[in-house]
């Protein structure tokens, strides 16, 4: 599956974005697609954490994952796979650029390539268009929400 990137202005100072895309096990109250997420492990970093964190989604039957969240305290999370059954690797990341004035430009990227599946276009076409700027209208409203 080819990377899908997508950029969104959010008003609100990166600091507060940053703390809604940290704050993983809230995500259920705000993510309709998520179920749960369970932190398994956290290592502090001189710039942040590393979060092992297994999800467990629902699309079109519930599943889960485990990914290891590296976060950046100065604008950015970055994920990589460690375990599923379904998937052979999943990676992506936000990147956080400050506008000034309350505003952020949030860019969130996901590559994530199936085990042993094709991928039709039109599932590709589903999370480039409908899914990824659905999450990501959902982080802008829990952000804005959080003022």
């Known amino acids: 599956m080819p990377e899908a990137r997508r950029t ?7 600091s507060v974005l940053y703390s809604v895309i940290t704050d993983y096990e809230s995500y259920p109250q705000f993510l309709k697609e998520v179920e749960r997420i369970e932190i398994l492990n956290v290592t502090p970093t001189s710039n942040g954490r590393i979060v092992r964190a297994r ?15 590296t976060e950046d305290k100065y604008g950015s999370v970055r994920w990589t ?51 990824l700027p659905s999450t990501l209208q959902s982080f802008k409203a829990r952000a804005e929400s959080m003022l």
């Open 8 to 14: 969104i202005i959010i008003n609100t100072p990166p």
């Open 55 to 69: 999800y467990t989604v629902r699309v079109v039957k519930s599943i889960q994952y485990v990914i290891d969240l």
């Open 81 to 131: 796979l460690v375990e599923s059954s379904i998937m052979r690797s999943n990676v992506g990341g936000w990147s956080l650029k400050d506008l000034g004035d309350g505003r952020t430009e949030a860019t969130y990227g996901l590559e994530a390539v199936p085990k042993g599946l094709f991928v039709p276009k039109k599932i590709m076409t589903m999370l480039t268009d409908t899914t």
